[in-house]
């Protein structure tokens, strides 16, 4: 298995960031970690890249002791920390030559390595260009062209996508699908739909523990039981309920209503009423649990507050 | 391993512009301190030694007091050279593509020492031209002078040790210089 944590602990201070977290990562695999701001999420990415030692706790890189044997397990893991490690007096060329260097790869292989992760990230035509020069974009591409350059087992990112413009942003998470097809992938964000684009399984942190686990595949499975609806001219709620398949139906904001279904057929039975009674059917939208659902109900939950 | 971060570094330090502007600083100081002691050495001293046998020439009397300058300046200046190397990856985060990476922390150490002695060469080759220039119009003694200039070395590559260590110390790169001057 490509990671393999198990108990880590980690304290700053008195403060636990980080409190008796497993986590998992199979082969091929992208998984997502997800909370909000200061719950530990950069800590866990940081332990695992060996950039910073857990309290307690142990971390098998592809079977590999990272404690115990830092540099053989180093070797196979990549990381782009939430701010690349580029130097900015160096061109993308130099820079990557560097990384691929201290990542042991031998000097005849080198230039074919950095002409590969340079082609993967789509620098090939910036390798001259300084680094401090580059738009922020580029930046972040060339710190995955640095984190992949030696072939890891592991690419491990922590908010890739962060100040990246919507089309770059659409690029990188292309660009994170593609990894995935020879690297298992570990990245960190808090921005919900990115999970949901490039991840496989989702696991949630809130205060430094994991609150969530679970494949996306499964999430979606569990979604579509619940609608919202919105009518031209809305009826009763008690006329609503007795649809035949609605159970609930509760108002959301702006004059949208939330109807919950026993089964899809429920929708068919709903549509027929509203045209029979002339509601005015507008909008009719599949919402379920989702994982903004699952997210902020558990951030909630955590807090003891209700939203 | 050692020699790849020293390379890096170098080309780094080449890349910047202090690294040009204490060269330039160096040797525009320099430069007029050997002027002077030359002048001086002429008009003063070479009168009153020329009746004397065996006393002190021109080694003693120019090469011998810019060496001894040299590493006063150098005092000043190696504290802006350290801070860099480890302060300042510190400060801008790069440091983690040395920690996420298989080296050890002697091999990132030596590496940056190395580095900074690889500097240091070019310092002291061109410093090496003004008793060189010395060297087309009279005799030398060159014993003396490389000792000196051995002395030189070893000496500036202390204060860069020393640097280095302070730099490891701290991630902002004002303090690290002023803590190792």
Not at chain 1, 15 to 41: F, I, T
């Amino acid at each position: 298995m490509p990671i393999e944590a198990r108990h880590l602990f980690r304290f700053y201070d008195r403060h636990c960031a980080v409190r008796d977290l497993d986590l998992h990562l199979s082969r091929g695999e992208v998984l997502g970690l997800l909370g909000p701001n200061g719950a530990g999420k950069s800590t866990t990415l940081q332990m695992l890249s060996g950039t910073l030692a857990p309290h307690a706790g142990q971390i098998r890189i592809d079977g590999i002791d990272l404690l115990e044997s830092p540099q053989e397990a180093r070797r196979r893991l990549g990381f782009l920390p939430e701010r690349p490690p580029l130097y900015r007096d160096l061109t993308v060329d130099e820079s990557l030559d560097y990384a691929a260097r201290l990542r042991r790869i031998p000097a005849r292989e080198v230039a074919a390595a950095v002409g590969q992760s340079k082609a993967r990230c789509g620098l090939g035509s910036v390798g001259r260009r300084l680094i401090g020069n580059l738009s922020h974009g580029y930046r972040q591409r060339v710190g995955i062209a640095q984190a992949i350059v030696h072939a890891p087992a592991v690419v491990i990112l922590d908010e890739p996508t962060n100040g990246l413009d919507p089309i770059q942003i659409h690029e990188m998470r292309q660009l994170i699908r593609d990894l995935a097809r020879e690297h298992s992938v570990i990245l960190s964000t808090h921005i919900l739909p990115e999970v949901e684009a490039v991840c496989d399984r989702v696991q949630i942190l809130v205060h430094g523990r994991s609150v969530f686990d679970s494949p996306l595949s499964e999430l979606a499975q569990a979604e579509a039981s619940a609608y919202r609806l919105r009518f031209a001219h809305p009826p009763q709620h008690a006329q609503l309920s007795a649809v035949e398949g609605v159970t609930v139906a509760e108002a959301v904001s702006s004059g949208r209503i939330r109807v919950r279904l026993e089964a899809e057929t429920g929708v068919e039975a709903l549509v027929r009423r509203s045209v029979e009674l002339g509601w005015g059917l507008r909008e009719l939208v599949p919402e379920g649990e989702s994982l903004e659902g699952v997210f902020t109900r558990l951030v909630y939950a955590d807090r003891g507050a209700a939203p | 391993m050692i020699v790849t971060i020293a390379r890096t570094e170098l080309r780094r330090m080449f890349a910047s512009v202090l690294a040009w502007s204490i060269l330039a600083l160096v040797v525009l100081v320099l430069g007029l301190l050997f002027s002077v002691y030359v002048e001086t050495f002429l008009t003063v001293i070479q009168p009153r030694l020329a009746a004397q046998p065996g006393a002190p020439g021109v080694t003693d009397s120019v090469v011998a007091p810019l060496i001894l300058m040299a590493g006063v300046l150098m005092l000043v200046v190696s504290p802006l050279l350290t801070m860099r190397s480890l302060s300042e990856e510190r400060q801008t985060g790069t440091f983690v593509l040395l920690r996420s990476s298989p080296v050890s922390a002697t091999q990132i150490v030596l590496g940056k020492y190395l580095g900074l002695l690889g500097f240091l060469a070019v310092l002291m080759a061109i410093l090496a031209l003004f008793p060189a220039a010395l060297a087309l119009g009279t005799a030398l003694d060159w014993g003396k002078a490389g000792a000196g200039m051995l002395g030189l070395f070893l000496l500036i590559g202390s204060f860069l040790a020393a640097g280095l260590y302070v730099s490891s110390l701290t991630a902002v790169p004002t303090l690290a210089a002023l803590g190792s001057f």
